[in-house]
T-cell receptor, first 109, second 117 residues
Framework: EDQVTQSPEALRLQEGESSSLNCSYT??????LFWYRQDPGKGPEFLFT???AGEEKEKERLKATLTKKESFLHITAPKPEDSATYLC??????????FGAGTRLFVKA | GAVVSQHPSRVICKSGTSVKIECRSL??????MFWYRQFPKKSLMLMAT?????????EQGVEKDKFLINHASLTLSTLTVTSAHPEDSSFYIC?????????????FGPGTRLTVT
């Protein structure tokens, strides 16, 4: 069964303390992996699409990487405004995109 | 990126009444839209897949007679919660998919907070 697992469930950082969020997946045929950011009371905001192992994408303090089994979202020198839930999702074809449960990130000033 | 809107953003209704939520793709045509439900501090729960001009496909456990979905045009899908009860109170989010580079990226609306009293 296709599965997407995110870890940790929650992460508390001090401002400026870099870290990584993990998204591991077990799927039959990855076509694309997505990262989203979701703020409380809002819909998820699209961040990145990664298509194949070895690919990297960057946006401000965020950098997403992809291997054959997992993806990492690296956050460099985070600020309090980076606090949010980060979701990863996997597309294998057809109509279904499989979402992970998310990592709640808290960045303290 | 593609823009998806939802209306209303918040709605309060009385138990037993029906409420309609609209989801629109603003700058693209969406043949497929999705409806999700999200409980506090929980992940997205897919309710149904909506295809323009055909019947929606509901996930297991979702009552199709309670959650009516209509995708009448390439830019509009609606979710009607019929005979609402307090347990239907939740955050409802729609999304639309856009073909990009061989995959379908999903773009989400801002969500609708439904409170049934």
């Amino acid at each position: 069964e296709d599965q997407v697992t995110q870890s940790p469930e929650a992460l508390r950082l001090q401002e400026g303390e870099s870290s990584s969020l993990n998204c591991s997946y077990t799927v039959s045929g990855l076509r694309g992996l997505f990262w989203y950011r979701q703020d409380p009371g809002k819909g998820p905001e699209f961040l990145f699409t990664l298509y194949s192992a070895g690919e990297e994408k960057e946006k401000e303090r965020l950098k997403a990487t992809l291997t054959k089994k997992e993806s990492f979202l690296h956050i460099t020198a985070p600020k309090p405004e980076d606090s949010a839930t980060y979701l990863c999702a996997v597309y294998t074809g057809g109509f279904k995109t499989i979402f992970g449960a998310g990592t709640r990130l808290f960045v303290k000033a | 990126g593609a823009v998806v809107s939802q209306h209303p953003s918040r709605v309060i209704c009385k138990s037993g009444t029906s409420v309609k939520i609209e989801c629109r793709s603003l700058d693209f045509q969406a043949t497929t839209m999705f409806w999700y439900r999200q409980f506090p501090k929980k992940s997205l729960m897919l309710m149904a897949t909506s295809n323009e001009g055909s019947k929606a496909t509901y996930e297991q456990g979702v009552e199709k007679d309670k959650f009516l979905i209509n995708h009448a045009s390439l830019t509009l899908s609606t979710l009607t919660v019929t005979s609402a009860h307090p347990e239907d109170s939740s955050f409802y989010i729609c999304s639309a998919r856009v073909p990009t580079g061989g995959v379908y990226e999903q773009y989400f609306g801002p969500g609708t907070r439904l409170t049934v009293t």
